[in-house]
């Protein structure tokens, strides 16, 4: 065989099992792949379907309970499955590269940013001196840091998070490595800084000529940086494409069904808000404040305005979509609405009420009307409760739905209008796919019958044909029950899909305010304008 | 010899009270799968349900030694216990000093008045030691005799165990014999061929001690010459009771002040904080003393109320029990502070204030539920350690009544012994032997006990392939 035609990486017939091994749960069954240099090939797959355990298996770093049972994989023709585990180390870093999902976690907090550099290069490039912290500094100016020298001696905490995550890629590339394996490097950063670090990916990549196998849930960001996609399916490949032929017709049925999945800035389905409809919900000058305590006896001494002097009106029947990147503070303002945290001040009318003003007790009559669903499905709901005594938990707390048995009729009724079964009342949470604890916590909102449903990113933690079910079930349960939302998201292409009205939000303010038709499609403000543009866009080449 | 009826001593009350939520817990347990779970795996290690039969046969000997009667008896006794009647022979049949276990002479020489007038120093014969020996020479025959007796008294009721768990499981293996030799062989559901085992080693103990204690001091005898075998098995009420009953009265404090601190915040929590930093700065020790001085005050001002001695010492275990358990809060009332500190952003408790519920009623429903499985582990840890500090505050005078058989007092009393030549080293032995089958079984059992409730360390069984599978992707 001709040395040139060997690729950089090629899996094999990978099988990875877990559990017991008479009856084994197979998490990749039969995978062929291959990477050459230069070339980036995605890797794409909802949760579950084994893409982190590949990259985990290239670098025979599966965890405890998983074994690969068969396959091999090969690094420029030698087999990393039968190499010694001291070679092994010598492979990690110097000839694959890893990036992870949380730069947060993967990042040494005790260690100097600079120090988790040098280790590489000192370990796998033999560097020592002067010449070791030139390199450094040189790797951090390459992925972008400001001020290298200063920064090479800084922690991990000492950071922002898109420093972080150039961090880690700095490390990764520390020992010029052949592969760079990259796992959903992106999903925990901000449409903005997501834009600038898969630049940089490609940028390096494209200079070094490496191979990449990315991995990703997001088809927007597999178009930015692929040259294949590979599609994965509970374990099994499901189709292998270059970029554009995948992008213009999907060969397998799948494939083509997670495309319609997808919320796309353009699809708007005629969704026509209701006209004239009274104001429900009436928020002026909102601020939220959290105070910053410090010395023996706690004293405040300053305050950190989270929610800065926001107004905003939902009428009845409307949906409002609130977007912007994490720590805009859109999740603090939506738990202030519902009281949940204090008020620094401003008003909250409900229905002409204020309920700033309201005292403990009046305004836990009042929370019936006004609910909330929040982002992590598995966070929201008591482990130790039975699904049916969670969603029964609002009507005996507002002592709604009269006798027990009839409660629990309700209790039914609203599993079922979810898209549950009513028996699914006697199982505990944690038997439930996420999808379906989202509906469960959908179904004790409702159990109130409220007018106004606060819903705090309900869909960000779900795979695209989740969250598409999820979203026609609130718009159903909309049009069927009149319900307002005030609906929580950084997607703008959820917002394209389910909103009448949307407010930007930056920094604590509302920047930018209006119908879905002007803020997408003629923003106003100069963040909006920069927002949109981060949005990876399928079709649309990478600059 | 029983004049009076039945007498409930305070601690024998407090003994079944525990014994009572104990069982209510295991009624409550069995409804909620969250619960059963976990016990499930407890059960399913073999070590853990080993050392549960150990710690079940130490606190059937507590519980039978918590049923008091009262006597009117010349013996010091005034109030015996069902564990006393059974033990009648070892309890009725004192020497004058100490004496060696299986011997049947003296272990120092005394002085003896002879027939014909001469005083002679001699080691004289025991009383009840070997008593029925015509010549000491017998006695290796005798013991191996009575020995082989009790040990096929112990394998025989083994046997009957083994039979009677191959009954429970005849249906599943299908036949009888296929049933014992899956037990045997390891191969059953529940964790017979470990039960069984454990069984059967103290079924041969219990044989051996059938067979020959009514006629040797098996362990010997201590100073006044009571046997030390009578003492060490007294003992184990004493252990029982400090190790349960403490952790019991802690409970409330830690679980109230914790969470109410958790949740509350402010000044609640600044309160107690205040207050269990101040408490764990002082020395337990000092405390102790200090309460174990006002009640003797207390006790011989008032000595009317406190007539017999056996209500004197038992007053003051509940005592000692009291004064660790109101020491010992805080290091729990910390880790739950903590957890509800954690707990109370979780969403499921924001979700329950906007649906409008209670305070109460969220610290009931969602707070509480949540952080026992801190409480149990946190309460069998402590089982062990807490044992383990009786003896040692006994040996510093603080401890129990020295009326009062303990393990504490056993070793207190080996300072001494331990000090004369020949060295009396029985006590000190027995003592320690009994004391460290159950601290090692409560500690082996705890560990299981932690490894099934900690959710951080929650084992990779089959169920939970799938989760794990789905985390890793998610990582």
Known sequence: MNASSVPLLAVDGLRVEFGPAAAPAIAINDLHLTIERGETLVLVGESGSGKSLTALAITRLLPAAARITGGGVWLDGANLFTLPSAAMTKIRGRRIGFIFQEPQVALNPVMRIGDQIAEVMQRHLGLRGAELRTRVTDALRAVGIPEPERRAREYSHQYSGGMKQRAMIAIALAGEPDLLIADEPTTALDVTLQAQILDLLKAEQRRRGMGMLFITHDFGVAWQVADRVAVLKGGRLVETAPRGAFYRAPRDAYSRALFAALPKLERRASYERPLAAPALLEVENLRIEFPIRKGVFRRVVDRVRAVDDVSLAIAEGETLAVVGESGSGKTTMGRGILRLLPLAGGAVRFRGEDLAGLSEAALRRRRRHLQIVFQDSYAAMNPRMLVGDIVAEGMVAQDLGGSRAARAARVRELLEQVGLEPGHAARYPHEFSGGQRQRICIARALAVEPTLIVCDEPTSALDVSVQAQILDLLRDLQQRLGLSFLFITHNLGVVAQLAHRVAVMHRGRIVEQGTVEQVLFAPAHDYTRQLLAAVPKIGAEAT | MIQGGLVVLASDACLFVLVASALAYWTIARRHEHLRAPWREVWARPAAAGAAVVLGFFIAIALVDSIHFSTRDEAQDDVVSLLDLALESLRTHPETSYSAPFATHAYSRETVRLPDGRVHREYPRLVSGGAHLVAPTERPADIARRAVLGLALGLASGALALLGAACVERRRHGGLAAACRAIVGGRTRRPWRSLLAVGCAIALLLGLGIALAPWYHVLGTDKVGTDVLYQALKSVRTGILIGSLTT????????????????????????????????????????????????????????????????????????????????????????????????????????????????????????????????????????????????????????????????????????????????????????????????????????????????????????????????????
Request: with cysteine; glycine share 4%; hydrophobic share 55%.
């Open chain 2, 248 to 475: 019991f009265i802690s409970l409330p404090f830690a679980l109230a002040l914790g969470v109410a601190a958790g949740y509350f915040r402010g000044p609640v929590d600044d309160a107690v904080q205040y207050l269990y930093t101040t408490l764990s700065s002082i020395p337990g020790v000092l405390l102790i003393a200090a309460a174990a001085l006002l009640l003797d005050v207390h006790m011989s001002r008032h000595a009317d109320t406190f007539d017999s001695l056996a209500a004197r010492a038992d007053l003051r275990l509940l005592a000692l029990c009291g004064i660790l358990g109101i020491t010992s809060w805080t290091s729990l009332c910390r880790l739950l502070r903590a957890e509800t500190l954690k707990l109370r952003e979780v969403e499921y408790v924001a979700a329950a204030q906007a649906l409008g519920v209670r305070s109460p009623a969220i610290i009931r429903r969602h707070l509480l539920p949540n952080v026992m499985h801190i409480v149990m582990i946190t309460t069998v840890l402590d089982f062990s350690g807490l044992v383990l500090a009786e003896a040692a505050l006994t040996y510093i005078d603080i401890g129990v009544d020295p009326s009062m058989e303990s393990w504490g007092n056993m070793i207190n009393a080996a300072r001494l012994e331990l000090a004369r030549e020949p060295a009396v080293w029985w006590s000190l032995v027995a003592a320690l032997v009994f004391m460290f089958v159950l601290v090692l079984a409560a500690n082996v059992f705890a560990d299981a006990v932690r490894d099934a409730f900690d959710p951080r360390l929650r084992r990779v069984g089959a169920e939970s392939i799938a989760t794990l599978a789905q985390e890793t992707s998610h990582r």
